[in-house]
């Protein structure tokens, strides 16, 4: 079982980014969620993120409102992969904010950003990127897209059938 | 040597796309650099995105400008990780259009998005996703982040100097 | 009576787009309206896009929210004239995302852009589209305009009688 | 020969309004290219478009940049369908004001947006609505995407070779 | 008692619009309300404005939403000036899109424009224009100021209090 | 001759200012322009502005970039109509800045925005404004509209020539 | 204990600023919360901006929505470092406007510019700039970052725990 | 002497960033002036900012471009005021990537943000923040709001000259 390390920078980001530890335990792949601000506690991510391959971590997801400096941080301290989740929150610019500075990144250090509020779209990713290694998560999201092909030609002959 | 497919919609892309052929090169891999339009030639693209894996391929770089359905579309049809860079190009929206294009795919598809014209970082990204299989792009990747801090020091150490 | 295609990627698009079959149904044309996805259920649509002309319709009215890939993908695989729908749904962007991806298209393959959930302007569009072959729907749409201004002119009457 | 009205507002526009117009002749459609301004020139415009199914015309495009009223304009005054290219000109919004302007009419009053500067596929779309009619201009909207197919082909080809 | 004629596009806009006609009726001036719609009613919009001064109107206050197109066309009717208000309505872009189709006038034919929703401001507007002919106004607007700053000095002693 | 007060917060911004005072001298009204910054002389332009009625300038013109708070802080000023001009200048917003700073007046204090960089409709705006008062105004606003609506007429032909 | 000065334009935003208010009396620091509006009434804005050091004030807060140049006529008034807070409050533009319209100032009178809505970072901001007169607030602000970073610790090990 | 500290992420930037040291070496302060990158000298970022206030830097400025996490990760390191530049740089985002980057800080860890690519302004801010511990910087403060409203008073009489 691969693991996957997913952080947010606060206890109010929790729900949001669980959908990615959901999507991840379907696949088989063990996420490890935890809370750590770049702003409020800059030693204590740096610690998790400059760890984290240590740890047996493979991916990472990053998650953060507003200015949201923790994906670009946390990119900088590890060699691994660093999936970015720009979160609306309550910001009054609703994830505009988070996205720009998340997929900003200058050259050299890169963030893999997903959709605002994306957060299970990060798993499907992290689960792409184990694929490279672990031939279960290759194969599992051969089977997913099969499967959303599947569900979606259903919902094609349901609509046809309301026709 | 680890294949990294490259693939942008027009000719007029490719200068840019080369930016992230280069520095895969720099780290020992393959870029496979090919021009297949999503919407002039859906039917080439399908192809030679749901064919990739088998052809070797590990992660895949898709830049596209303006619509920039591109990254998408090739994501759909791949198990592996697609890396989107979003092109200014001659855009009167200046890549805001790509960006919005590329990185708001809808769940269960994801795109990594970097930034805009962010081709380089795309490679970067490559890599350290190739990290995950590849002892070699990791160590390099871990060399490259050194090197970084070590360049950043001595700008450092020059602007000191300066004072 | 002629046949227009309607096409969405989910079933939560479908009372937004069903807006445009009932101004459809007004006009005596006949909608046939599917649920298929572009990022999920590539094939599907492309096949069918590319067959809609055969089977008789002559006109496709796509909605997408997000990154918006459908009417684009459906352009590409038809000569017929194809109007998006930029649909705003839960999207953080509230629908700015599916506009710049539908109407930001590269040249050579356009998609006749509406108003964001402008469903039903893009049922009036295709119309206004089969005035060119149909005398009916040309009548009816002069017919139509007739009433939108006899209808403007008794709500000018109306406030004229407040004042 | 198919008639397609092109009108825009200033004869500083006429450059770019031109790109449609050669796109047209190049499908053999007839263009009539007109400078008729919504704000300097009402009357005209209304005259002008009121009476353009009358002179034979099948389409209308019209292209405008910031307030950019015209194509609402000459869609009020017209059942044909009409095409509206928001131009970028020097305005500082860049050609968003344009955009914003032409495709977020109200219900009742279409207008077919293509991008902003788009007017070469103003006309691509021209003539697949006059597909509808006219059998030539259909199999040419065929034959113009079987090239674009085949062109994108040899670019691909192009740019294996180089690798 | 001076005239000001108020003008928008649907019934659905006349609670916001009637703002402006209680400010007007306040000061002592005549609003004249009425509803008629630049795109659906263009000639009855074109017939009211090119009259208005005839009918001893001074000032026009014209509000609309998303496309927007009435203010410009009213301005372009007539020799009064036009004050427009952009209606954020229920338009997905809130607003965005009729200021910039108000605002962004082309040379020749402006409109005044006010903030989104600024019905009241209009009216204000108006009164502090009849000020240029009619003493009353211009009067009142100095009495309208003075008991504003009044208020204002009131608010401030009551914060302090507060204190 | 009426007077109309120009005023703007820096002399690199006189050039773009001047084209109002043009404007205005065409049609024989007298331009008082001024140089005096809202954020560098707030007394001077509160003397300015607050006495501007009494000198007999009967509307004002005020231009101003970025955080543009001198149209609004004029129009706190005075009982005359103030119109505001958002200068584009060298702003990394090109204008939305100004735009937005001078357009969202709070309910009271309104100012009567025109386009970015629209210094000449500024001028136009005042002109119409004048005409309340002044026959000569009015007389030569009507001309005016007839002037733009011959020239264009006479693009008209030409560009019917060219056809 | 240290003064500082909150000013807003309107009773309506005082529950915002009192947010202000209350980080600052945690400090020990004494606000003076003020209701005054730079366009309603400018001299007594003036009047209790130029004044404010005299009173013993040695920073000031300002919150405005909209236009919001009551930051900038502020620091205009005053040699004291001035903190802005764009206050999204009720406008269409969600405090974007309110943003522009304080961090865009012209060089020379700079308004420190927080968040949208952002009045308790406002607060932060001041006891920082506090701590280089008062040994007390620079020793609270250490205190402030050490327990945030404590929080932010507990909080970090209260996500391990649920893993 | 009071030492600020100037800081910005790449060599690339220091052109600009040396407009604010010149504009505080001309009130007598002493600018200290290095270039450390957050992302990719991340320890060394730290070590800087948390060690400043020992070497008796009293205000910190951090300018960064594109995601701009710089002043963001200074302010988490410091309880010195940290006062932080966007700068516009090559970003096809012009600068709003840098400035909601920087100014949507989250609560706790402001950052006193000036306009996008105003040095010279947070050489302002800092010296107007030094103004309250050493009286000569107040002084100077004063005496530069009296220069500004000095020249402004002339440009105001050279205006009044050339009318």
Known sequence: MAKVG???GSESDLPKMKEAAEVLEQFGATPEVVVASAHRAPT???????????RGIEVIIAGAGMAAALPGVVAAATPLPVIGVPLKGSSALEGVDALYSIVQMPPGVPVATVAIDGAKNAAYLAVSILGLKHPTYREQMIAHKEQMARKAREAYERSLGQA
């Open 6 to 8: 997913i952080i947010c």
């Open 44 to 54: 204590l991510v740096h610690e998790w993120a400059s760890t984290a391959a240590d």
